[in-house]
């Protein structure tokens, strides 16, 4: 059974190599990278800029030195967390929006963790505790729009869109009520042995890194190996057949919501306790919806989230050296992924088109 079965063949457009079946997908993910390249080298060249100079400020600025090729590599684990929160809905045709929400809400529990627990914890205990903390946090918060999905028919889109509005507001107000810093707009520190223990000393990397490939490995056994995956995906391909079936639509909804929160979840955690050390107002620059891009560049196939993620963030962290080497503004980062997805979906390497159903 198929994840996605497609209604008809189009007739192809000039500018796409194939349908989507007369070639590999990474082909056309190729041709869809050189595209944006293209056009943003236009884009470049009409505001009076070096292409050229652009390009190696983003290789030089998140490859070639070890601190920031550990800055990418830590962006990479936070959004491979972000791009598994969506890619187990999107398989399921629910649409998880809410990533950003459920980050936050565990990033508060890394953060509570991290500050209320006794600070002479043993590090092991401690940092798993933040682990499990994190992923159970975004479990809770993903379970709400789950539950409203499953036994009220709520739209996820809605409800996972506005939770994250909901969770921001309440991490804004822990920063400045709860554990204020008095110098920022940040909480105090968490206990040094609730930070994770770096593995790379020269990039500055974290166990963080091994978090988001285990979290990959742990959501692919999920969807290959175990009968939750294969309900998820059954789902996906056609709700009425997976009720015939025998499956439980309702459990299947809330497990995958609680999981794809826990993931989110894991996101924030690695951001308290793996880079900024407290929660700061400003610790996600949107990781929740560019997790969504990481999930449908990597097809929803969790092995392929990482590189997706790795890709997306050479993107970001390189950009902030567009400035000083070729005199442009950070925000084309933003532009290049955004430009990006989209020939992706152009090209037809991204593709959402299901079977329809009798009735929902």
Known sequence: MSQADEIGQPARPWWRLS??????????????????????????LAIGANPWEAAKAIIEGSLIEPFFLGQTLMIG??????????????????????????????????????????????????????ILGSFIGGAIWGLIPGALKAFYGASEIVTTLMLSFVAVFIANYIISEVWPDPFS???????????????????????????????????????????????????????????LAGVRTKQVTLLT???????????????????FDDLDIN?????????????????LKPPMIIPAAFLFAMLRVGSNSLQASAD?????????????????????????????????
């Open 185 to 243: 707009q940040k909480t105090i520190s968490i206990a040094e042995n609730a930070k994770f223990p770096v593995i790379w000393k020269d990039a500055t990397v974290d166990i963080s890194v091994v978090i988001a490939v285990l979290a990959a490995a742990l959501a692919w056994l999920l969807m290959a190996k175990t009968s939750l995956g294969f309900s998820i995906r059954a789902i996906g391909a056609n709700v009425n057949t997976a009720r």
């Open 19 to 44: 349908t989507g079946s007369e070639l590999p997908a990474y082909v056309n993910t190729i041709y869809s990278l050189i595209l944006t390249l293209v056009l943003i080298a236009v884009l470049i």
């Open 283 to 299: 610790f996600s620059s949107n990781y929740g919806f560019i997790g969504i891009a990481v999930a449908l560049l990597a097809r």
């Open 328 to 360: 442009i503004s950070p925000s084309l980062g933003d532009i290049i992924v955004a430009v990006f997805v989209i020939l992706l979906m152009v090209t037809g390497v991204i593709r959402f088109r299901y079977a329809q159903n009798v009735s929902d």
């Open 77 to 130: 684990a936070i959004l491979a967390l972000t791009g598994l929160a969506a890619a187990l809905p999107f398989t399921s045709r629910l649409w998880n929006i809410g990533g950003e929400g459920q980050m936050f809400a565990g990033a508060i529990a890394a953060v509570f963790l991290g500050i209320e627990l006794p600070s002479g914890t043993p590090r092991p205990l401690f940092v798993v505790i933040v």
């Open 257 to 275: 919501f609680m999981v794809a929160g826990g993931f989110a979840g894991l996101a924030g955690g690695v951001a308290v306790a793996g880079i």
